[in-house]
């Protein structure tokens, strides 16, 4: 079994960390606690990966509802949970989120904001520990100790920043959200791409995704991946003011990198080439990426490690699109939810004589087979999924309990528990066909031929050769990146969130652009009467 294989930092992490609460370090008897340099880094660095997976809503970056995946993802032309008749209206959620009807006192959109600053300030709390009990350590250890928490740490602002704009940037124990003023977005944006340039020489070479003792951490790869994002979106990231349909130029946006002046598409290339150089391919099968022991892919670059004798963290996204009976016949739960649109869809070719491989790796459609037998309905008939019917509100329709592709993707666990919520399956953040995309993308941006890196992505799954357009590589990250929480982060960057698509009608007063970042939650409001508004919403 793998989790015997799993390293000693992660069971010292489970052991020591796996039942704290919010308020661990207050619980904790740093007499006793802190006497060596493990219990440092366990305490104060390890403790803060409990964080990055969850099984409460909003919290983990994947894997829970209602939290950053979903907004990431249920907001776009992607995908879209239907109301199907008492099912999934849930106060009109779902639909509020595709339709970018945002509430400001959504609860569910405070819980994520209150989410993303709970580990933020649990590492500047770390960063006081690892200062405190410096004695404890060599020089080597405090550097790398304190690179990791800052990388950390830059990554929650990175999903604080692409999510909100304009936030408040906390960056020691001493200050608190609720009194700090807000920093504009290129403020954070110039602040987490220098902690990431700072930080990435000192920690951990070697592959997070690979069981060892790596495995699970932030390590230089993952900081190289999210600088490379960073990159790509850097003119939405440099756009201090987002409503007033004028955008800084990549071309002439400029980071120094190792001494060197390179404008943002030229950067992103770097840190792509970085991953190439750290050792990353495609793998030969896709779907292994995503297998039930997914440790051993070379594609993967930061997984949430889970195992369901070790951790909490859950995957519940199967369980949430699965028709019952398709979910019964694997001896699993489901809720009959979440499915692909229809223009999704139609961009895999479905429905036509040249559809794309991925297609039947992503989507469960048509006639349903489990092992090869045909699952029926509780009225005798086939379980048959119909891409084509999906309404934003199924309740008169006759495909009511069957409409739209559902998820797949992922190996179902047949040993995983909560109903199949708790697999060993790790769930995959950052892979490197995502970097061959964005090196694709920066190269046409930047004037240049991305063939070469497109192509290898569709190759490998048995797809033959498109010329590098930008329609054709947005098209591309749909097919290669189906269910991986990339789409609004990708509509965004095209100049098409806040446009009308599949079945949503843009109202006029999108035009403006606000709607591609959320409120301020009204409870962060209320709680510090430093923070403003962002443009377009209420406040």
């Known amino acids: 079994m793998k989790y015997l294989l799993r390293p000693l930092f992660f069971l010292t992490l489970l052991t020591l960390t796996g039942c704290l609460d919010e308020n661990s370090k207050d619980s904790l008897d740093e007499q006793h606690t802190y006497t060596t340099d493990r219990d440092v880094y366990v305490n104060a660095v390890a403790t803060l990966y409990n964080y990055i997976g969850s099984d409460k809503d909003s919290e983990g970056l994947q894997g829970t509802y209602r939290g950053v995946y979903d907004y990431n993802t249920f907001t776009t032309d992607e995908a879209i949970i239907p109301v199907r008749g008492g099912d999934w209206y849930d106060g009109g959620f ?32 770390a960063l006081t520990t690892i200062d405190k009990h410096k004695q404890l350590l060599t020089d080597e250890q405090y550097k790398a100790y304190r690179a990791e928490v800052r990388a950390i740490r830059a990554l929650y602002y990175y999903y604080l920043m692409d999510m909100f704009g304009n936030i408040p940037l906390v960056t020691t124990a001493d200050e608190s959200t609720e009194n700090v003023e807000q920093a504009s977005r290129p403020e954070v944006y110039r602040f987490i791409v220098k902690e990431l340039q700072e930080v990435t020489p000192l920690l951990p070479t070697g592959h997070s995704n690979l069981l060892g003792k790596n495995y699970g951490r932030v390590t230089r790869s993952v900081a190289n991946f999210l600088l490379a994002k960073l990159m790509l979106n850097g003119e939405v990231y440099s756009d201090a003011d987002w409503t007033d349909n004028q955008q800084p130029n990549g071309k002439q946006t400029y980071f120094t990198i190792n001494g060197q002046q390179m404008n943002i598409w030229q950067a992103c290339k770097y840190y792509c080439d970085e991953l190439t150089a750290d050792g990353f391919t495609l793998a ?96 005798g008939k086939p379980l048959v999924y119909m891409p084509l019917a999906v309404e934003l509100n199924l309740t008169n329709s006759p495909y009511i309990k069957t409409a739209g592709a559902r998820m797949a993707k992922y190996e179902v666990d047949r040993n995983a528990f909560n109903d199949g919520k708790s697999p060993d399956n ?91 970042v959320f409120p301020i939650p009204s409870r962060a409001l209320d709680l510090n009467e430093k923070l403003k508004q962002n443009k377009g919403y209420q406040r």
């Open 94 to 125: 779902w639909a509020d989120l595709y339709t970018h009807n945002w509430a400001e006192d959504s609860k569910p959109l405070y819980d994520t904001w209150k989410y993303l600053y709970k580990v933020i300030v649990f590492s500047n709390d």
């Open 284 to 379: 030969a099968d896709y779907l292994s990426n995503f297998s039930v022991n997914n440790e051993n892919s070379p594609e993967n670059i930061f997984t949430i490690p889970l195992d369901k004798h070790l951790y909490k963290s859950q995957f519940q996204y199967l369980f949430r699109s699965r028709h019952y009976s398709h979910g019964g016949a694997f001896g699993t739960g489901s809720e009959n939810g979440a499915c692909a649109t229809i223009s999704t869809v139609k961009t895999f070719g479905y429905g036509t004589s040249n559809v794309d491989k991925r297609y039947a790796y992503n989507l469960y459609s048509d006639t349903v087979r489990v092992d090869g037998n045909i699952i029926y309905l509780e009225n």
């Open 426 to 516: 790790d769930i995959v953040l950052f892979r490197y066909a995502d970097v061959l995309l964005m090196k694709a993308e920066a190269a046409v941006r930047n004037g240049e031929n991305g063939n070469t890196e497109l192509n290898l992505v569709r190759s490998r799954s048995g797809m033959g050769n498109r010329t590098a357009t930008l329609d054709n590589i947005l098209a591309e990250r749909l097919m290669e990146l189906m269910w991986e929480g990339w789409r609004r982060n990708d509509l965004i960057r095209f100049n098409r969130f806040h446009q009308s698509y599949d079945l949503r009608t843009a109202p006029a007063t999108e035009a403006d652009r606000h709607t591609i």
